[in-house]
């Protein structure tokens, strides 16, 4: 008769029983238990070092749990996480949602000059969208595994971001200049230029350090405004009436006011330096700046289709021509 051996492993309830027989017709059965304890809300001071980012929010943290699965479990318990969670995940799977079934059929009306172009330049901002808030998603859902995915995660949410920057700016610089295409091609460069350095500053990890919080913000504020070259130019060459229309630049002014007043409250974390405590799960600056994200990134998107629109209907009018 065979040797039978248990060996139990980590301790709460029972979730995977495997059996196993050595040469010698020894059987072993391994128990494994997984960590089933609730997930518990602690107190800032209570926090390891590396977990000490905001002082002025003071309650209903996941502490360090060294786990996947419990980052994934605390989903089920609302923490001063939960927003910043799921407002972005939310948003996140919306876009992919329009992205792979909604372009065509209800935000894009078509015009005799539409190519496949059109959609992929369309398509090329919800995917950059959907990079950035998945992204963004993902990090503050596992920042509390441990320091070192805090930092890899995070890393992951500023290159989500540099994505959708990029792919803001290149959607709207093809339709603003989709009739004087070369320079299209000369800003895309540049805006490629700048995405490739900002990707080089972030995985520097002196960029993720508390004290460079405000520098984060001026940083990605910084290379959005490099927009303000191909406006400038646009402005310069078709005048101001015109490039009022070409890039729906009032979408824009309200673009550009989101993401500004979200990375300034950010950075000065209004308005829990203001109030302590009284932010602590719902209505902290981070919340708001998620919330600032997507409303920005609905009006790139509504500039984009205007934009889109206009362009069409003046080819289609033949008031403008397209060149290469
Ligand atoms: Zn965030």
Redesign the pocket.
Known sequence: MAHIATVEREYSSVSKRRTSKSANGTVTIEVEREEHEEIKLCHFHELPDWQKDNEFILTGYVRETNSIKKCLRSLGCFNNESI?IYSHLIAAISYFVVLLFYTDILCIPSFPSTTFVDYMVIDLYLLGAFTCLIG?SLF?CMKQHSESHSDMWSKV?YIGIICLITCSLISLLYYGYMDHFIYFKVFTVITLVLATICTICVLDQRFNSKNFRPIRAGFFILFSMSAVIPIGAGFSKFGFTEVLQRIQLRFVAWETFFYVVGALLYGFRIPETLYPGNFDLVGSS?QIF?IMVILGSVFHLKAVLGSYTFMHSNISSNSFTLSS
Request: aromatic share 0%; no cysteine; proline share 0%.
């Open positions: 910043n963004s503050h949410d981070h998620h």
